[in-house]
């Protein structure tokens, strides 16, 4: 039998044997792999995933508690104003429906539970909806509260943070090279910013991305990097799934074993971040999710996601319980801090 090729075991050293982050030229040695070799860098993923992260997934329903009628022009987005799309906008959901959604997930056996509104960043009104939601939910419901309510300004992280928000996400959707071609409303810049402001106010950084949308394997690097730079905790894994009426309407879609790789790829750049498979999951690798799951994923969003629809939460479960993959109980942490592994091969 043939051995592994070199950058597979240099892998394999770094982040099994010496507990070390990989480098940049090694992920890229990773990404370079012949197809051939592709079952042995998910196999190597998911062994990172267990030994970094543990056997447990993350289980966790998202809202979207305001819909339509962002301002931004986001070009893979269904709820930018700018696009004639077939969403319908809708008003801040009541913190009554929220809590109700909450109990639902939670009944699933999800542990977070995502509020998420359509705006470019919250006014005053929006923050203290989203706060009074938060207090609701967390007093009636056991389960983590997270945020997504775009970009933040100078005082709202702290003062989501104290009203027990745990985790905010904000993707960077991709690297800062391609970032301009898919919005120039706002800049990369000012989702990093956002960013920062998370991790200073002592929530957990949600932020990832969306494979699909014409970036290269480099662009996809870029923005590993930058996530693991910004001592991210969750990373989304989205995958294009072009929305009627957007600019990426008709656009391709990212054939299935390239999607694995990119899961298999931030798994190891990223060893230490829950890596969540997230929407587009469905219409992208089809018949091949579970791999995703033995791929370095350890994470779910189950349901429905902001403007299309998933699959049945019960077949997701269904899914994790035929893997023998457990549901964490908690939220996830790393099972090593990031400070101890700032060790980087290369
Ligand atoms: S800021 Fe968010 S909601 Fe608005 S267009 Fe961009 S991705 Fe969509």
């Not at 970094?52 to 962002?70: F, H, L, Q, Y």
């Not at 790789?261 to 931030?266: P, Y």
């Not at 969540?276 to 349901?303: F, K, P, S, T, W």
Request: include cysteine; glycine fraction near 8%.
């Amino acid at each position: 039998m043939p051995s592994a090729p070199i950058a597979l075991r240099d892998a394999e050293a770094a982040l099994l044997d010496h507990r070390e982050y990989i480098g940049r030229d090694l992920a890229a040695r990773l990404v370079a792999l012949e197809a051939e070799h592709l079952p042995e860098l998910l196999s190597l993923a998911h062994r990172v995933r267990l030994a970094w992260m543990g056997p447990a997934v993350e289980v966790e329903s998202i809202i979207s508690a305001k819909t339509g009628g962002c301002p931004e022009d986001c070009v893979f987005c269904s709820q930018s104003a700018r696009y004639h799309t077939d969403v319908v906008r809708e008003p801040m959901l009541p913190a009554a429906q929220l809590v109700e959604l909450a109990r639902r997930t939670r009944a699933l056996g999800g542990t977070e539970f995502c509020i998420v509104v359509a705006v470019r960043g919250p006014d005053e009104r929006m923050i203290r909806a989203v706060i009074e939601a938060t207090l609701a939910i967390r007093a009636e419901v056991d389960i983590e509260v997270a945020a997504s309510l775009g970009i933040l300004k100078a005082g709202q992280a702290e003062r989501l943070a104290a009203a027990g928000v745990h985790r905010y996400n904000h993707n960077l959707e991709a690297g800062p090279r391609f970032f301009p071609r898919i919005c120039t409303t706002h800049s990369f810049e000012d989702r990093v910013e956002t960013c920062r402001r998370v991790t200073a106010a002592g929530m957990e950084l949600c932020s990832g991305g969306i494979f699909g949308m014409g970036e290269t394997w480099d662009d996809r690097l870029d923005l590993a990097f930058v996530l693991r730079d910004l001592g991210v905790h969750e990373i989304p894994c989205n995958f294009l799934n072009p929305r009627p009426g957007t600019p990426l309407d008709g656009a391709e879609l990212l054939p299935p074993l390239e999607a694995l790789r990119c899961v298999a790829v931030f798994r190891c750049v990223n060893p230490e971040a829950v890596l969540r498979y997230a929407g587009g999951r469905e219409v992208v690798l089809r018949d091949l999710q579970a791999y995703g799951m033995l791929a370095g994923a350890n994470g779910i969003i189950v349901g429905d996601y902001l403007t299309t629809l998933g699959r049945s939460a019960e077949t997701d479960l269904a899914m994790l319980a035929d893997l023998r993959m457990p549901i964490a109980v908690r939220p996830l942490t790393g099972t090593r801090g990031r400070t101890e592994a700032a060790i980087v091969a290369s």
